[in-house]
């Protein structure tokens, strides 16, 4: 269970930090 747990928090950390370069992409556009 640990496992799936750090897998998860891995995804969660790398959407976290994809989302922001996204928003600040579409804002400079």
Do not use: A, E, T
């Amino acid at each position: 269970m640990q496992v799936i747990y750090l897998s998860h928090l891995i995804v969660f950390r790398i959407i976290s930090v994809r989302i922001p370069k996204m928003f600040s992409c579409h804002q400079r556009m």
